[in-house]
């Protein structure tokens, strides 16, 4: 029998959370938990009849919920720079990010409208572009960026000289490589922002091993119907070992949400930190080189097309 975890949130009443993939899964679950705690919740979304949907779900939940949709695709820079420039306009200060969204293994390789490699655009760049264009607001709310990496990101290594992967395409290796990308610039963007007195601070989660839709059938990129691993999940989360929808989220909900937190990595703390109650754990070997992590920041400014105060100093 699956184990139940949970986790108390702080108010958040008067807190402005950018929530990115709220409108299925464990994104969902995730808005829902925000919501009641009180945080005016902006969800930006690409499919507007699924996030109508969430909406009506978060609202049959919790009926005095402050929350609201915004269109928004990771994939197009274009459409990232004007959710952001919505937001700017209003003038409000964001207070939390959870950069949650993500795609993962494509059986073939798709690019965006800006070139990129799905996967890298959707979990990485469109996130990075996000941070750099809200930054103005972050700085103002003395915000918390949480990002969303994966257990998967103690895998292979990230493709420093081919993010895009251009020279040759395995789905799992760029997914890999796109979530430990995700994990390097999360904790050196804590890192910068204490160097240069940004004022925001950033934290790293991984939901450990769930079923969620991630592995589910994707016909928009290329997958049919759900993966042999997703029905393995399945039996493993309901034998207590895998987490679930719900306690997939919490790490996340932890990070983004903890007292005095930056530069730290929250998992489930079960065996394999693939299932259990969520908590702070050690870095994988992969995210630790602040070499590899000031080239991911490097490469990623580049390639999304944006730029931090300072961003080309070491730190």
């Keep these: 029998m699956a184990r139940t975890h949970d ?24 808005a829902r938990r925000l919501a009641a705690a009180g945080a005016d919740l902006v969800l930006p979304v690409r499919n507007a009849a699924k996030g109508e949907a969430a909406l009506a779900t978060i609202r049959a939940e919790v009926p005095a919920a402050s929350v609201r949709l915004a269109t928004m695709d990771l994939a197009s820079l274009d459409s990232v720079a004007a959710f952001a420039a919505t937001l700017l306009e209003e003038g409000a200060p964001v207070h939390v990010l959870v950069n949650n969204a993500g795609v993962m293994t494509p059986p073939e390789r798709r690019t ?27 700085r103002e709310g003395g915000g918390r960026v949480t990002s969303q990496t994966s257990i998967a990101a103690n895998r292979n290594g990230v493709q420093l000289d081919d993010l895009d992967s251009e020279r040759g395409y395995d789905p799992f290796r760029a997914y890999s490589s796109s979530k430990i990308a995700v994990g390097l610039f999360a904790l050196e963007l804590d ?30 990129i290329g997958r049919g119907s759900e993966g042999r691993e997703l029905r393995l999940i399945r039996r493993l989360s309901a034998l207590g070992i895998a987490g679930t929808p719900d306690s997939a989220g919490l790490p996340a909900l932890l ?5 005095d937190a930056g530069g730290r990595f929250y998992g489930p703390r079960g065996l394999g930190h693939v299932g259990g109650a969520p908590g702070e754990q050690k870095p994988y070997r992969s995210l630790r080189s602040t070499d590899d992590a000031r080239r991911v920041w490097e490469l990623s400014e580049r390639l999304a097309g944006v730029r931090f105060p300072a961003g080309s100093l070491s730190v």
Excluded at 11 to 30: A, E, K, N, Y
Excluded at 112 to 138: F, S, Y
Aim: charged content about 15%.
């Design 7 to 30: 986790l108390t949130l702080p108010d958040l009443t008067g807190r402005r959370v950018v929530l990115t993939g709220g409108s299925d899964g464990m994104g969902l679950r995730m």
């Design 112 to 138: 965006t409208v800006d070139g990129h490699e799905l996967q890298i655009a959707t979990n990485h760049l469109g996130h990075v572009a996000l941070v750099a264009h809200l930054l103005p607001l972050l």
């Design 191 to 220: 890192r910068r922002s204490r160097a240069h007195g940004w004022g925001i601070s950033s934290n790293l989660a991984h939901p450990g091993v769930a079923p969620t839709n991630l592995l589910g059938a994707r016909p928009e």
């Design 255 to 259: 990070a983004a949400t903890a007292p």
